[in-house]
């Protein structure tokens, strides 16, 4: 008996650990892209992470081409907005609004991001505005906008 | 010989053959399972990768459909108009004799469109029009003390409300009324801010009006908001003029800033020019509308935002002013300002130091037999701070020493008087909503001349 339920532990392990890992080993999807896109008409056509980071915060307000930066964020709740909290903000949710919210109060920040309520209508806004900037997923991105960035 | 033939009876030799056969059986089932394991994985994997693509598709058919109707809706009205357009033209045609081989007018088959209100543009959802912003920020509590002649006390402490907009594209305004207790028990109204402003770009923005003076870092950071700060009211160097407060926080004229081209250094500067202020402390410092003379106040600062270390600052300001007294004593004014200051969501780490001189005209009658042509008063504090969820607590020492015979900081009469002023505080913030905190806090204040005292407070502060 103290054999079988020896030989039966590994066995009994191995599958536990398996089962464990199985919601971790979830495969990637390409949905879960979130590409950053300016308007048609912006001579950017690449950013790095970093210069990407000055312009969500506010630090760099002006393009290139003197257009003033519109930053342009989703709701609340929008999986792309967790992204771009994540890898660009470096911030939850709550110190974003805190940090603009500061920005505002001293004056640093002149102009804080507009809200979106779906893709649609980000691409809209920045179709319409020059100096916009924001983001999709990359399944959502068409002719109206161009790709400076994909995050991750 | 017994024991061996026991070993291998026929009994024996069945059991050991079941127990192997047991074990094989064990192992053949554990290795079934890591079949099925494996199997059901990958269904699930392909399954929820299935899941998600199908609502995907959906999701784009949707949008789609959303966007042909908007489509179908837009081509619906202009061929409305250009309808209206044909009849209205043929309605002129009737009236002439038209050729028999011309087809009339009533054999054109025009589309019968049902009665409905006419259909409207969809609305513009692109707009970026700005609207104001109104935030409002205000904090009260308790505080409690040891010093003389002071009593517990419950206290409201001020209610804030910051209105900002852009006016264009380049052009935004920004203005803080403040209601505020008087020390007679009174609410006052003060505009704090009124600051138009000019963004031209990264390295030029200016803004006239009435602002706090970029002196150190403290006052431009955390202006009035005490949400904002960590602990319950500022460090004694940059305490408001109501409270005490030696320093030109607040000043009317104009300010620029910019960025300094300097790669990953990332300095930065402030340029500032206004009226400066009144000699008297306890007045309103600003002098809103009537400067005393034609001399004007000037600061210059520089930081570094160095971009190897997210969240570091370091700068330096130079203040300078001349203050004119009604019976013709006057002194320069210079305040020099060093700080190195370290925040993220985390932590934080503020350090800042001060040094005022005032001049003395010892051509001045009325300085007669002084030896002493300029005064010294030294300050700093250092503030340390440690988010753990929704508590911070904190730790700030702070530092003011200005000489008793101070000719603006030492004189009763023509302000608040300052002296040597030090002491630890310590305090635990928590916010117990993401836009309301409750402090906690003890102060030991230690005076030249007076007993130190000890304080216990507590602040709501709050913004929405």
């Not at chain 1, 929008?78 to 004056?107: C, N, W």
């Not at chain 2, 202009?78 to 038209?98: F, G, W």
């Not at chain 2, 002071?150 to 006016?167: E, K, P, W």
């Not at chain 2, 006052?188 to 002196?215: K, P, W």
Request: proline share 5%.
């Amino acid at each position: 008996m103290k054999r079988r339920s020896l030989l039966l532990l590994p066995a009994t392990c191995f599958l536990t650990a398996l089962d464990c890992m199985v919601p971790l080993l979830r495969v990637a999807s390409a949905a879960d892209e979130v590409d950053v896109i300016v308007n048609k008409s912006n001579t950017i056509t690449d950013l790095t992470l970093g210069d990407a980071q000055k312009l969500f915060k506010g630090e760099k307000t002006t393009w290139p081409n003197g257009k003033r930066v519109t930053i342009l964020m989703l709701a609340s709740g929008q999986p792309e907005r967790a992204v771009i909290l994540h890898d660009i903000y470096k911030m939850s949710d709550s110190e974003y609004s805190k940090f603009f919210l500061e920005a505002t109060f001293s004056g640093t920040v002149t102009a804080p991001p507009k809200e979106a309520s779906s893709a649609a209508q980000i691409k809209q806004m920045i179709a319409d505005n020059p100096g916009g900037i924001g983001y999709v997923k990359k399944s959502d991105v068409d002719d109206s906008v161009k790709v400076v960035l994909k995050v991750p | 010989m017994l024991n061996c033939a026991r070993a291998h009876s026929p009994e024996r030799i069945r059991v050991r053959t079941l127990k192997r056969q047991v074990v094989t059986c064990v192992w053949r089932l554990a290795l079934v399972g890591l079949l099925i394991h494996c199997v059901a994985w990958t269904a699930r994997a392909n399954n929820a990768n299935g899941e998600n693509e199908e609502r995907e598709t959906e999701r784009i058919a949707i949008e789609r459909l959303t966007q042909t109707n908007q489509m179908l809706i837009q081509e619906i009205a202009e061929l409305r108009v250009r309808m209206k357009e044909i009849e209205a033209k043929q309605a002129a045609t009737d009236a002439e004799p038209s050729p028999a081989s011309a087809p009339s007018a009533a054999s054109i088959p025009v589309p019968v469109v049902a009665a409905a209100r006419p259909a409207e543009p969809p609305p513009s959802d692109s707009s970026i029009a700005s609207g104001v912003q109104l935030h409002v920020f205000g904090d009260l509590g308790f505080r409690a003390t040891d010093a003389k002649g002071v009593s517990n006390t419950f206290y409201l402490g001020s209610l804030d409300m910051l209105m900002a907009s852009s006016l264009s594209d380049r052009v935004s305004v920004l203005a803080e009324v403040l209601f505020i207790p008087q020390h007679d028990n009174n609410i006052g109204i003060d505009l704090e801010r009124v600051l138009l402003q000019y963004h031209h770009n990264d390295y030029f923005a200016m803004g006239v009006g009435r602002y706090h003076t970029s002196i150190g870092y403290y006052n431009a950071t955390f202006h009035r908001g005490e949400w904002f700060q960590t602990a319950i009211g500022r460090p004694q160097m940059y305490a408001f003029a109501e409270n005490g407060g030696a320093l030109p926080l607040q000043e009317v004229g104009v300010t620029a800033h910019g960025k300094i081209p300097s790669g990953m250094l990332g300095l930065n500067y402030v340029a500032e020019m206004g009226n400066g202020r009144a000699h008297l402390l306890y007045s309103n410092p600003a002098q809103n509308t009537q400067d005393e003379h034609n001399g004007k106040s000037y600061n210059i600062a520089v930081f570094s935002r160095p971009s190897l270390v997210p969240g570091l600052q370091v700068g330096y300001s130079f203040y300078h002013d001349h203050l004119t007294f009604p019976d013709g004593d006057n002194h320069n004014e210079s305040i020099m300002t060093a700080y190195v200051v370290y925040r993220n969501s985390t932590y934080e780490l503020l350090n800042e130091g001060l040094l005022v001189r005032h001049d003395v005209d010892l051509n001045d009658p009325k300085e007669k037999g002084s030896t002493v042509s300029f005064f010294l008063t030294p300050g700093f504090y250092t503030q340390i701070s440690r988010k753990f969820g929704s508590y911070r607590p904190y730790f700030r020492y702070s530092y003011i020493n200005a000489p008793d015979n101070e000719p603006i900081y030492g004189d009763p009469t023509e302000g608040v008087f300052i002296g040597r002023q030090n002491g630890p505080t310590l305090g635990l913030r928590y916010d117990f909503t993401e836009h309301s905190t409750i402090k906690l806090q003890y102060d030991r204040l230690a005076r030249r001349g007076q007993t130190t005292s000890n304080g216990l407070g507590t602040q709501f502060s709050f913004t929405f």
